[in-house]
């Protein structure tokens, strides 16, 4: 059985900065402080946190949305869930609505930390640190 994750973060930075920094690879690099392969373009794989996180872009559309194949590679080979980010702007700030499916049970705590501490928190300092 499967769970889902879901989390809404608010960032003090326009969406068009937040998704380039998810997106180019030496700001996904610089802002989480690990080796990171990734692009916007739709079909290309990646490999973040020093290849602890791999997959593939299902769907992109700059500054909206990416849809992910996303998988720790600690996980059995060929499981993935899917990670949806979706960018929206409230005056002036960022907001990301993630949506994670296909989540193998008793994972949804540790991810649910795990893109708070390694992502959300870091990305934040970064924008201020950045701005």
């Known amino acids: 059985m499967s769970t889902t994750l879901h989390q809404e973060i608010t960032f003090n930075a326009p969406k068009s900065t937040v998704f380039e920094a998810y997106t180019n690879a030496e700001q996904h690099s610089k802002f989480t402080d690990a080796t990171a ?12 946190h020093d290849n602890k996180i791999e997959g593939c872009n299902i769907e992109v559309i700059k500054d909206e949305l990416i849809v992910q194949a996303w998988r720790p590679a600690n996980w059995p080979n060929g499981n993935y869930s899917v990670v949806k980010l979706t960018f929206s ?4 700030n960022c907001v990301i609505t ?16 795990g893109w708070n501490k ?6 934040k300092v970064w924008l201020v640190d950045n701005a």
């Open 118 to 123: 390694m992502y959300w928190e870091p990305l």
């Open 98 to 113: 993630l949506e994670q499916t296909g989540i193998p049970e008793g994972g949804v705590e540790h991810l649910d930390e």
């Open 89 to 92: 702007e409230k005056k002036g």
């Open 37 to 48: 392969v990734i692009t916007a373009e739709q079909g290309d794989r990646f490999s973040v």
